[in-house]
């Protein structure tokens, strides 16, 4: 017998490894809809089968938990079955020996507290609030519940105008989207069952490289006859350009009215051409015009003394607000006002207006982790700076910004520099700022989901600085339409999931975009155009349903062996910080074809070929 | 054409064709069990499953297209496998004690498991517990549901009732009255189409055949029956005759062999309907401008339970005129009463009809006119033919026998009210002659059916257009009531039949597994009728007889009080 011996990992070990990894999957790609305590009983036996044994609280207590939610789910219990179950997690998350117990017991608590209508539902009525519907997850998770399997099946199909018109009847950007959207519909992407999210957005950056110009209307289509109403649109960004291009199809007039010189919004204002080429963007907006009677007048600004909203209320019959987040929000340290500390605003507006400012022989300071902050980084880059660093208060990992940007913004050759908060801006004799000074940090307690950071007992940096970009977040300017009536909290205004504005005698107004929630995604500014369209239709006294405008191939059976996730490609990285063209590079029409072969077809197979797996008009 | 092969052999099929669809038109049956044409086609119940060689899974047959080149194994070891082990699986959620299920011998799943030659279960039984209010005329039976969801969609995309729906979740699922409420609280029309389409005997009719036997084994009543139109046309199919053999005459042999003192004829009676619906349209047509167009038929009991719920603003203009059903229960309890000498009550009427919702018409309390409960009950032609079989009758060997006079003998317009456009066509034949005094060609208001649901025609009668409109199945019913609500459908007469292709397509009718025989049972009627030199009700000499003996004329008194109802006052359910 040898004293010590080396531990080889058995088959066995290694398999049950490997389902670890599938279940991982298999939970994050959970299809949305399940009845919540059909989930909870289901993770208690898996906490229970990791149990050792000794304790209690955890042996016994996990699985009379299970046995407890069970008992609601198969509707004999009530109000009792729920308080024994809530008292009996509390007790095995205080009492339990180790995390095995406890942080299973935890997560029933928070079942009970988060879920508690649906524990309510099954303990009084015996039902679920669960609808029994199983939505396709990548349509239901696309704030514009684009028809994602659809467009898919038509790339697959080599008909890439067909698949640009599907797309435009839920969000009239196919080509923004293609390069810019955070696509959320890949989060829950079935596909991740077997092995990774389908790559959505780089195979609708294939339909629209290969689609040509795909004009609204095919030849024997036109708008819906001229209702004679007269709709106003403030603010010419994604939300208001969507929302134009339903009323105009459906008959009505509309006047867009953009405060700057260019149409676009953020997508102009905020997000540098790297990623959206003007050319594109310019197309786009140029063909979505041409869905109906749509004017456009631009560098007006409404809401103040010259074109206040009640005149706009007289000669519109309705009004959408989608004025976006467009104002800065400052760091509020020493300093700021020293020559040099921007705005991320400032800055991507001035490049929004092709007023490119020359970064060389400067070392630039971004401030923030978010998209804008790597936006800034990367612009601050092909402007010519001798360095760039990012400081952010947390770490890398904790930043909101898409990971994949955070990873370009690095290799692009911007130092990130984690756990900086800033102190002040030191600023030379000639008012000109010098340095960004940063606390350094350390990282503490989850609050909120997220880690916070706290003060660390470590000396401050000082960090070089010609040009700081402050970019932690965006304001919204409202304060004209909450003199005009309109209710607004903590700067946003307020409406209803019908984006009716709330405030007095407010009929016909509606807003929606990220004025409304915040700085948000592009995607969601669509989806809320595409909500604002319907209802002020409605609300004008029509109902011109936006219908599915090509035919959908069934799908043919293949085999679907586990497969890798095509990447995008990128143009190398010496030859694009040099320029603001375009980074990224379509799939080849092989990585499309397996790509979109890897498409589960969830709109047919599962639930969709049992209920219809898309909607064909709203 | 797509060229393929099935378990070898070159098949050629026209595109998009299923791989069910090519093996059953090459005589290759693969088992199924959830698939009902063009309205389930979900591979819910992974029975057709057949392996494409190539292909590392089994796709389900009913919803796969046909490829070209595709070469398909309908019976591999694999498909054999998970064929047999679905079955298996569904088997552990179903209540298998075939003896006591009426539907056992036409029962898919009893077929299917059979054919596979399933003798074990491997697995847990998990039977849902059977929970129903058995008066109502549909029943749920939840321990035999094999959640094929053909129930759903036959509710929700043909007849577009939506009542029922998945109910739980999870590995829970399964059907149920949507939001789980009780069947008679929703917007059932008890049309039974999901009886008919349910493979299993999950959803069954409620059998009321004790009902009968008990009246028979009290030997205190004269024993009547009456047969609806679309009777004779089905009533062999489970039977074992063939429609040459399943003659109406041979049905009256069998009624009496059951032990009815009289077989009466409900085409009499359907005849005695138009005098009446048609004088009502002919004196609406006098009186138009005081009055609403268009008049609705209102011999189908499941379209006024749906106007009822769904379009009680319409209500109005239905005809006032009772089924014949009810007609012929109200006449047998009063003048057919009076001509036996005895009193209504000594009389038991059994009414064999292809619907389930007569089986709630007859229990609208203030139907009954003839101081008796009009109609003792109804029985459906399953109920019918479980009745013949329960007497041991050897049907194919029985002489055929005349109904019964005077109330056995019915017009070809009385026939062809089983078929869709029957009503229409029988009530313009009667109406021309009551506007024009002379009879039109009998052939002249053909053209007033569309087996695929919906037909309009325009018609002169004396120098007045009449735009008429057939329809059938309540999907289509619905979006026709919505044209006509909002004024863009403009008729004058509109025939409305809740069951696709009318009573022959009927909830009430045998099941035969994925047919649908509705149209074909109609033609039979149509022929019947051409066959006939009597072709118009007004002509049928039993009714005159009716009329001159009895009721005077109609609209008169008698007829109002015993043929007419108000349908507003039904009520949906006690």
């Known amino acids: 017998m040898s004293r010590l011996s080396i531990t080889n990992e058995t088959k066995a070990q290694a398999t049950v490894e490997s389902l670890h990894k ?19 009983s289901s993770y208690l036996k898996v906490c229970a089968a990791q149990t050792c044994g000794k304790c209690v609280p955890c042996r016994v207590g996990l699985p009379q938990l299970e046995r407890l939610i069970e008992d609601l789910i198969d509707g004999k219990g009530d109000m009792s079955t729920v308080a024994t179950i809530e008292k009996t997690a509390e007790t095995i998350t205080d009492s339990a020996d180790c995390a095995i117990g406890y942080e299973a017991a935890n997560m029933v608590l928070k079942g009970v507290k988060g879920f508690r209508d649906d524990y309510e539902a099954h303990a009084k009525a015996h039902h679920c609030t669960a609808d029994g519907f199983h939505a396709v997850p990548c349509v239901t998770l696309c704030p514009a519940h684009v028809d994602i399997p659809g467009y898919i099946a038509l790339v697959n199909a080599g008909r890439y105008a067909d698949a640009v018109r599907l797309i435009r009847k839920d969000n009239p950007f196919p080509s923004v989207c293609a390069m810019v959207c955070e696509h959320p519909c890949e989060n829950k992407c079935r596909r991740r069952m077997v092995d990774d999210a389908i790559n959505i957005r780089g195979l609708k950056l294939y339909a629209i490289d290969n689609a040509g110009h795909v004009p609204v209307y095919r030849e024997g289509e036109k708008v819906a006859p001229a209702t004679g109403k007269k709709v106003a649109i403030i603010g010419g960004g994604p939300s208001g350009i969507s929302a134009a291009y339903y009323l105009g199809m459906m008959g009505h007039s509309v006047e867009i009215f953009e405060q700057r010189k260019r149409l676009g919004g953020m997508l102009r204002y905020g997000i540098p051409s790297y990623r959206l080429p003007r050319e594109v963007l310019h197309e786009e907006i140029e063909t ?15 809401g103040g003394k010259d074109y206040p909203l009640s005149k706009l209320r007289e000669e519109f019959d309705a009004v959408y607000i989608a004025i976006g987040a467009h104002t800065d929000k400052s760091l509020k340290i020493p300093g700021e006002d020293a020559e040099g500390v921007m705005s991320a605003v400032e800055l991507l507006r001035r490049i929004g207006d092709d007023d490119y400012p020359d970064f060389h022989g400067k070392k630039v300071v971004v401030v923030g982790g978010g998209n804008v902050a790597m936006d800034c980084a990367r612009s601050s880059l092909r402007l010519n700076a001798d360095k760039v660093t990012l400081a952010y208060r947390r770490r890398k990992d904790d930043m909101t910004a898409l990971a994949e940007e955070v990873e370009a913004t690095e290799v692009e050759g911007c130092e990130i520099l984690e756990l900086a908060a800033p102190l002040k801006v030191e600023v030379g004799e000639d008012g000109k700022a010098k340095a960004l000074w940063v606390k350094q940090q350390m990282i503490s307690n989850i609050k909120g989901g997220r880690p916070a950071p706290k003060d660390a007992s470590a000396e401050p940096i000082r960090i070089e600085a010609d040009i700081v970009v402050v970019a932690i977040g965006q304001g919204i300017d409202s ?23 709330k405030g007095e005698n407010m009929d016909g107004v509606f807003s929606g975009g990220d004025c409304v929630s915040g700085p948000a995604t592009v995607i969601r500014a669509i989806a809320a155009g595409k909500v604002a369209a319907a209802n002020i ?25 586990a497969c890798g996730r095509v990447k995008m490609r990128e143009r190398p990285i010496d030859q694009r910080i040099h320029d603001f063209k375009l980074v990224e590079k379509g799939m080849t029409q092989e990585e499309m074809e397996q790509e979109s072969n890897r498409c589960l077809r969830c709109d047919y197979y599962g639930f969709g070929k049992f209920r219809e797996g898309r909607e064909v008009e709203w | 054409m797509v060229n393929a092969t099935i378990n070898g052999k070159a098949i050629q ?15 290759i049956k693969i088992p199924h069990l959830c698939y009902l044409k063009k309205v389930n086609e979900i591979g819910a119940c992974r029975v057709c499953v057949v392996e494409i060689e190539g292909q590392d899974r089994l796709v389900s047959s009913c919803n796969t297209i046909v490829q070209e080149g595709m070469k398909i194994l309908t019976n591999s070891p694999k498909s054999r496998q998970a064929r047999r082990i679905n079955v298996e699986l569904i088997l552990s959620q179903h209540n298998a004690r075939c003896p006591e299920c009426i539907r056992s011998g036409n029962c898919e799943l009893q077929s299917t498991a059979a054919d596979l030659g399933i003798n074990k279960f491997p697995y847990h039984e998990d039977i849902a517990a059977f929970e129903w209010n058995m ?21 929700d995309k043909v007849q577009q009732m939506h009542v029922w729906d998945i109910a739980k979740t999870g590995s829970r699922t399964t059907v149920d009255v949507t939001g789980g409420q009780d069947i008679t609280k929703v917007d059932c029309t008890v049309c039974g189409q999901c009886i008919t389409h349910c493979p299993v005997g999950a959803l069954i009719e409620r059998d009321d055949t004790q009902k009968v036997r008990d009246a028979f084994a009290a030997k205190d009543k004269i024993m009547i029956a009456s047969v609806a139109p679309a009777v004779r046309t089905s009533w062999g199919e489970q039977l074992g005759l063939t429609h040459e053999q399943a003659t109406q005459n041979r049905l009256a042999s069998a009624l009496r062999a059951v032990g009815f003192d009289y077989v009466f004829d409900t085409d009499f009676s359907a005849d005695l309907t138009i005098m009446e619906e048609a004088s009502e349209f002919v004196e609406k047509l006098k009186n138009a401008k005081n009055e609403k167009f268009p008049m609705f038929t209102s011999c189908c009991p499941g379209w006024v339970r749906f106007i009822k719920m769904e379009f009680p603003d319409l209500v109005p203009q239905l005809s006032s005129a009772k089924s014949p059903q009810q007609m012929f229960g109200a006449i047998i309890k009063s003048w057919y009463a009076q001509i036996l000498g005895v009193e209504p009550y000594k009389i038991f009427h059994v009414s064999f009809m292809p619907c389930t919702a007569k089986k709630y018409e007859c229990d609208v309390e203030c139907m009954n006119a003839s101081g008796a409960r009009d109609i003792d009950v109804v029985l459906t032609v399953r109920e019918l033919d479980r009745l013949i079989r329960s007497e041991g009758i050897d049907v194919k060997s029985l002489e ?25 066509e029988a009530a313009l034949r009667t109406a021309y002659y009551f506007v024009t005094g002379q009879n039109p060609d009998p052939n002249a208001f053909r053209y007033v059916r569309d087996y695929d649901g919906f037909k309009e025609a325009t018609f002169e009668i004396a120098g007045t257009k009449l735009r008429i409109a057939v329809v059938h199945g309540l999907g289509n019913i619905r979006k026709l009531c919505e044209d006509v609500q909002s004024g863009k459908a403009q008729y004058d007469f509109i025939e409305c039949m809740a069951c696709p292709t009318g009573c022959a397509g009927g909830g009430g009718q045998p099941i035969e597994e994925g047919q649908e025989l509705g149209e074909g049972r109609g033609r039979i009627l149509l022929d019947m009728d051409r066959a006939m030199t009597l072709r118009f009700s007004h002509e049928n000499p039993s009714i005159k007889q009716c009329y001159a003996e009895y009721l005077g004329k109609p609209l008169g008194e008698k007829s109002h009080h015993l043929l007419h109802t108000d349908q507003a006052k039904w009520e949906l359910w006690k």
Request: charged share 20%; with cysteine.
């Open chain 2, 400 to 424: 055929e026998s005349e109904f019964d006079a005077p109330l056995g003998t019915a017009s070809g317009a009385g026939h062809i009210f089983g078929t869709t456009g029957g009503v229409m």
């Open chain 2, 13 to 27: 099929v026209p595109e998009n064709t299923t791989i069910l669809e090519a093996a059953k038109l090459n005589h």
């Open chain 1, 479 to 501: 304060h004209n339409f909450e003199e005009s009536g309109i209710a607004v909290k903590w700067g946003c205004i307020e409406a209803f999931d019908s984006e009716a504005v």
């Open chain 1, 22 to 40: 599938d279940l991982e999957r298999r939970v994050v790609g959970a299809p949305p809809g399940l009845c919540p305590l059909d989930l909870a």
């Open chain 2, 135 to 155: 008066d109502f005329p549909l029943i749920r039976d939840a321990s035999k549901c094999i959640k094929c969801m053909r129930c759903v969609q036959i509710c």
């Open chain 1, 288 to 302: 979505l015009l041409t869905a109906g009677d749509i004017k456009v007048h631009k560098e007006v600004s409404i």
């Open chain 1, 537 to 561: 239709d409605e609300y004008l006294g029509f109902h011109h349903p936006i219908t599915l405008p090509v035919e959908i191939p069934d799908p043919v059976p293949h085999n679907r062996p």
